[in-house]
């Protein structure tokens, strides 16, 4: 990691601090929803896929709630996934509806300058870019090799 990203995970990191964060690497590896407040330490609640609603406190999210010591307090089994997330909105309360619904997105800091472009950046500007035709290419790799075009 470099600096620039330590940096950048560190902003992320403090800015759920006051407000209720998604971790939607969570979500997006399949394994249910994670939602977390706090900063460095402070609390969480895990829903798993089947239904069972984790709730406790972490510790030490430096520079990412990734790198966090997880301290459960609490778990119990619902019947499945939307029964345990509606029990988490009660537990959460007003802050957490309008953290996580209120319409305000968390305010992420700008990635530096020289950072190289996403692997989905530079998919798409291949996929955009014209391909050469065969001839064309045929000619390149001929004058590489030092014959005649």
Do not use: C
Not at 76 to 92: M, R, S, V
């Amino acid at each position: 990691m470099t600096k620039d990203e330590f940096a950048l995970w560190q902003t992320i990191t403090e800015n759920s601090r006051f407000h209720w964060t998604e971790d939607a690497i969570f979500r997006l590896n399949g394994r249910g929803a994670f939602y977390y407040i706090g900063g460095e330490d402070g609390g969480y609640m895990r829903i798993h896929k089947d239904g069972s609603l984790e709730v406790g406190a972490y510790e030490g999210a430096i520079p990412h709630i990734g790198e966090a010591v997880f301290i459960p307090k609490a778990e119990k089994q619902y019947a499945d996934f939307n029964e345990a997330f509606t029990a988490a909105l009660q537990l959460g309360g007003k802050q957490f509806l309008v953290d996580m619904f209120g319409g305000t997105t968390a305010v992420l800091p700008k990635s530096p300058h020289n950072e190289k472009p996403s692997v989905l950046e530079q998919i798409r500007e291949a996929t955009d870019t014209p391909r050469p035709k065969k001839e064309a290419a045929e000619k390149i790799h001929k004058s590489k090799d030092g014959a005649e075009q």
